[in-house]
């Protein structure tokens, strides 16, 4: 079978940061690190793609230019997060040179988000793979889900699919980014006092739902909408180069999933993280 697999990058980290909290290697903090790769691994081990992209944030966005409070309360304002925040960066920087090390595609382009790289990517390849995964547990990429195209959330919640969103929702997926543009998502865009998710979903069903909101409120849903629509307008600008295949490394090989193996490729990597600056 014909499997594209898409990797939410930053989606992805976090996840296994959190889920190793604590863990080190020769007194270096390697949750994050470690976490990922573990996680890469066992997505590859489980579903055998035949093709995968990894794809990541490249901020500035697109998006903030409009509404200058877009993502905004993902920045530190202080340092009393321990260096927590500068951490991680300096570590999603090593993961994505450790995922180039396993001959990955690791795509991003400036002022772009991953979900509209993935966005992107779905759209294009539809139609050339028989199944389509997205590893990601970000509800913005509802909007994609079709007959092909499914989101895998984790071992946890593992794959959420369209019969699963129809069946929770009963829109379209299509419909999704009206829902974010009343109920003002996660991404801490304005939202209509009172709307939330189920709410949302209430007033899209209805055919004529503007009658129930002001003029003011109307041109928030309408700036709303814009943004949440993926990929977002202003990013079809940038081209999305051919897919590559990965390369099945001595260093796919030699990882677990629950014991990674650190290869002399991981020491190197490590070493390069030992040079970073720290933020104490």
């Known amino acids: ?31 994050g690190i470690y ?20 794809c990541a944030d490249s901020p500035p966005y697109v998006r903030a230019k409009i509404v200058p409070e877009y993502k905004a309360d993902r920045v530190p304002t202080d340092i009393d997060d321990n260096g927590e925040f500068y951490k991680h960066v300096r570590h999603k920087g090593v993961s994505v040179y450790i995922s180039q090390l396993m001959g990955l ?33 970000d509800t913005d990429l509802y909007q994609l889900l079709g007959r092909n195209v499914s989101i895998w959330k984790g071992a946890k919640k593992g794959m959420y699919t369209l019969q699963d969103f129809s069946k929770e929702f009963d829109i379209a997926p299509a ?16 939202s209509i006092s009172g709307v939330g998710i189920k709410s949302a ?11 129930f909101i002001t003029n003011k409120n109307l041109e928030v849903v309408r700036r709303n909408l814009q943004l949440a629509q993926l990929p977002f307008s202003a990013s079809l600008k940038v081209g999305i180069p051919l897919l590559r295949g990965y390369k ?32 104490d």
Do not use: C
């Open 201 to 211: 979903v209430k007033l899209v069903k209805i055919e004529e739902p503007r009658k």
């Open 175 to 190: 419909r999704w980014p009206e829902v974010v543009a009343w109920s003002g998502g996660h991404n801490n865009l304005p």
């Open 105 to 137: 595609q690791v795509l991003y382009k400036r002022g772009m988000e991953a979900d509209d790289l993935i966005a992107a990517l779905v759209k294009r390849y539809k139609r050339r793979f028989k199944q389509i995964i997205i590893s990601s547990n």
């Open 35 to 54: 976490g990922y790769q573990n996680q890469l691994v066992d997505l590859i081990n489980r579903f055998e793609p035949t093709r995968m992209v990894v």
């Open 1 to 31: 079978m014909k499997r594209l697999l898409l990797i939410d990058f930053s989606n992805l980290y976090y996840r296994g940061a959190y889920a190793f909290k604590g863990l080190s290697y020769d007194g270096l903090d390697t949750s």
């Open 248 to 279: 099945e490394s001595t260093l796919v090989k030699e990882l677990a999933v629950y014991g990674i193996k650190f290869t002399r490729e991981h020491r190197e990597a490590l070493q390069i993280l030992e040079k970073m600056p720290r933020v």
